[in-house]
């Protein structure tokens, strides 16, 4: 029963499976149990998954609550599309270690741009020292 | 927690139950099936009851530790207080959530087991009409339902609803749950208490009042009663319908939806009564989904309902049109739109559904802070109606001297700023005056056009700035708004509504330092914004002030010692400038051919102008001319007054005013 025509709501979502994106970047992928006012959600059976260019890999996590604040977007998963992706999956550890060797390459290229930078006299400043006028 | 109970003098016979009071909480382990004696059948409530003390008792006390005890029937000894619950509380769980679920393990359950196992002999003691609802089969239940149907709550059912009695919270939803009941489901609540009480509860009273019979009026002063059950309960007596007064914030949707939901959980209800223990047929596919998921309806549906009545709670407001803007405006041209469909397409009618804001009647508070009786002096008390001043922050103005030339600048944009905000405020006020306008009777019409005459004489002064009195020798304050982005778009939407002359005015400043400007709105190039409503100004313009104009605008005549006329230049190599240029020449131009007696003064103004300008005009280099908006048809005869062919055709290559050359 649509109480409410042209709008957002989740009642609808219960019960779904859902891929949540987290304000922290995490991507977590489970069933809509309960929701309220402010968003928050349960998720059951959730699963979060890393992304590192074409692989991924699924850590089982159990039952999450996410507060309604952190969440950046979330979407309903259609389960016979689910398994059709490019993507390949692989074990946890292997991902994992993928990830730590991407984030590790992103260091030191900000390093080497930070570096080249201060060489010719310029600095990037930081995000919470810039001024709003 | 516990209520504080005091021992009563010795109980009058047969009558109230005083020793309510009495501090009889005490939690008992529990032991063994507990209405082994009424109820043969176990259910899982008797594992969970706390277990009663074995003797009879006259008094009905309350052995659960966390329930309160119980209310009197008589209004004269007052219940304990109900806590209001605030809105954001989710619904108390009942105690056995939903038939569907496994009950893994059995949860405790506050459950008065005394009302079960009244069967009083009908009126024959001073009882609460509630107890005598739940006496199955009790012969008062005078409505001609069939035996099989008869409201004999299952074990189940009652433990919903006195479970959720209970804390005495008790949410509407509660009773969209209530199956096959034909009364109140509560015991021992009485009208009274409850008008004095939460505006939340819903009001029982229509139902057991059905089953005395007695009163064919209901005295007004009595609760109004849900028309749910009412309707319900048509066959037994017509009731009045009334206003629930815990459903009038909700959405008029939602209440609908409400009522309807209720019908149909009565009906289903009442057809699973009659098939007995077995749920009928329409589970199976209920019990596909359930074995498909184990863990659906976690979230029950009343949960849900509330949330949804959250959100459209959310959308109710005193001013819907200044609340939801866009979304009204939108409704309204979807609405012209349909109805526009509906005129000549002769299709079947989509009927669509819509969401509808509901405006909600703005409700004067007055906040009195709390006050006790005996005490001296008043509470300090702090809330969001009443804030208390925490701070003492002062304002300290700096002193002139102080300032770097760099902050003065920065203040007076920022002033620059506000007035331009202060005038936005002003002028969206005036656009809307119109809706207003038809919105208002006849008698305060005046009075608005008297407001939205003054609120445009508002924007004036604040354009050109203020000081009335004074001349307005400087354009510096207009400059300044000008020459922020906001500004001229601001400019641009005020023109409309200025008296001419005052359009007129500010066309003359605009022209008078269009180099400035153009320099300023290198950047932006909002300035052909402009153009449109200025273009409306001048249909408005008398011949001599579209020559001042012109004036303005090329810098003519001027003083024999400048070498170039850099203000033209600018003028002419600015797009807006250019554009602008050519609008007040075609005006003028249209004024001249058309208008056959104008005044021979002002008529050699005009051509002496003219003449000027056109020397102008042929000694820039064409590279150096800007594109135009538009070019105005007549320009060609405008030139061909004051040059010669040869010139004539200069002008017209260099200015491409003859179409296909370009």
């Known amino acids: 029963m649509n109480y409410m025509p042209g709008t957002a709501s989740l009642i609808q979502d219960i019960d779904k499976k859902h891929l949540v994106l987290l304000r922290d970047g995490r991507t977590l992928i489970g069933y809509l149990r309960s929701i309220d006012q402010f968003a928050n959600l349960v998720l059951h059976q959730t699963v979060e998954r890393i992304h590192v260019g074409k692989k991924y890999g699924d850590i089982p996590r159990g039952i999450f609550v996410v507060r309604g604040e952190n969440v950046v977007l979330l979407g309903e998963i259609d389960l016979e599309k689910e398994s059709d992706t490019p993507l390949q999956q692989v074990s946890i550890e292997e991902i994992l270690e993928e990830q730590r060797v991407k984030q590790q390459a992103k260091q030191e290229s900000e390093k080497l741009k930070v570096q080249a930078l201060k060489e010719r006299g310029l600095s990037v400043p930081r995000a919470d020292t810039l001024d709003e006028y | ?662």
């Open chain 2, 1 to 662: 927690m516990q209520a504080v109970h005091t021992r009563e003098p010795p109980q009058q016979p047969g009558g109230l139950n005083s020793s309510i009071w009495d501090s009889s909480a005490v939690l008992r382990r529990i032991r063994g099936p507990l209405l082994a004696q009424e109820m043969p059948s176990v259910s899982v409530l008797d594992y969970a009851l706390p277990q009663r003390p074995p003797q009879a008792r006259d008094e009905e006390r309350d052995p659960s530790e966390r329930a309160l005890p119980r209310r009197s029937s008589s209004p004269i000894i007052g219940s304990p207080p109900v806590r209001a619950v605030p809105i954001g509380t989710p619904p108390k769980q009942a105690a056995i959530p939903n038939f569907n679920q496994q009950i893994l393990c059995p949860k405790p359950v506050h459950i008065r087991a005394t009302m079960q196992q009244r069967y009083p002999a009908p009126y024959g003691e001073r009882m609460s009409p509630n107890q005598l609802c739940n006496v199955p089969n009790s012969s008062l239940l005078g409505h001609p339902f069939p035996h099989s149907v008869s409201p004999v709550l299952t074990h189940l059912q009652r433990a919903q609803l006195l479970g959720g009695a209970q804390a005495g919270r008790m949410s509407p939803s509660q009773f969209a749950r209530v199956s096959g009941l034909v009364g109140s489901p509560l015991p021992s609540v009485n009208p009274k208490l409850l008008q004095g009480r939460v505006g939340q509860m819903m009001s029982p009273a229509g139902g057991f009042r059905a089953f005395f019979g007695a009163p064919p009026a209901p005295p007004p002063s009595q609760l109004p009663h849900p028309p749910g059950p009412g309707s319900h309960l048509q066959n037994l007596r017509p009731q009045p319908q009334m206003f629930r007064p815990d459903t009038t914030h909700l959405h008029p949707q939602h209440r609908r939806l409400l009522h309807q939901r209720q019908q149909q959980n009565r009906n289903q209800h009442r057809s699973l009564n009659g098939s007995g223990g077995d749920r009928g047929g329409h589970r199976s596919s209920h019990q596909e989904q359930i074995r498909k998921d184990p863990y659906a309806n976690l979230m029950l549906q009343r949960e849900k309902d509330w949330v949804s009545k959250i959100q459209m709670m959310q959308l109710q407001s005193t001013d819907p049109y200044l609340d939801d803007y866009y979304y009204q405006n939108y409704f309204q041209k979807l609405e012209k739109l349909a109805a526009a469909e509906e005129v000549h397409g002769d299709g079947p009618k989509k009927e669509r559904t819509k969401l509808i804001t509901p405006q909600v009647a703005k409700l004067e508070h007055t906040y009195k802070p709390v006050q006790f009786e005996g005490s001296l002096g008043k509470l300090t008390v702090s809330s969001v109606n009443n804030p208390r001043k925490m701070i003492d922050a002062v304002v300290t103005s700096r002193s002139e001297d102080d300032e770097t030339k760099e902050k003065q600048v920065r203040d007076k944009r920022r002033q620059t700023l506000v007035t331009i905000e202060k005038t936005y405020s002003l002028l969206l006020d005036v656009e809307d005056y119109e809706r207003r306008y038809l919105l208002s009777l006849e008698g305060e019409r005046p009075a608005l056009m008297g407001e939205r005459k003054q609120k445009i004489c508002d924007i004036y002064d604040n354009l050109r700035g203020k000081a009335p009195g004074q001349d307005r020798l400087s354009d510096d304050h207009f400059m300044q708004i000008m020459c922020i982005r906001k500004g001229k778009r601001l400019v641009a939407r005020i023109l409309p509504f200025l008296a001419p002359e005052q359009a007129a005015d500010v066309l003359m400043a605009t022209a008078r330092n269009l180099p400035f400007l153009i320099k300023k709105d290198a950047q932006d190039e909002v300035l052909p914004c402009l153009l449109r409503p200025f273009s409306h100004v001048l249909y408005h313009l008398p011949l001599g002030t579209v020559t001042s104009l012109v004036q303005q605008l090329t810098n003519l005549p001027q003083s024999a010692a400048a070498p170039t006329n850099l203000h033209l230049t600018a003028v002419l190599q600015n797009k807006f400038g250019l554009s602008l240029l050519y609008l007040v020449l075609s005006r003028g131009e249209e004024l001249q051919s058309s208008d056959t007696n104008t005044e021979l003064m002002q008529d050699n103004q005009w051509t002496e102008l003219m003449l000027m300008a056109t020397r102008e005009l042929l000694r820039i280099p064409q590279g150096a001319l800007a594109k135009p908006v538009s070019i105005p048809s007549n320009l060609i005869s405008l030139f061909s007054r004051y040059v010669d062919q040869q010139k004539l055709n200069l002008l017209e290559t260099k200015l491409h005013l003859v179409q296909g050359i370009r």
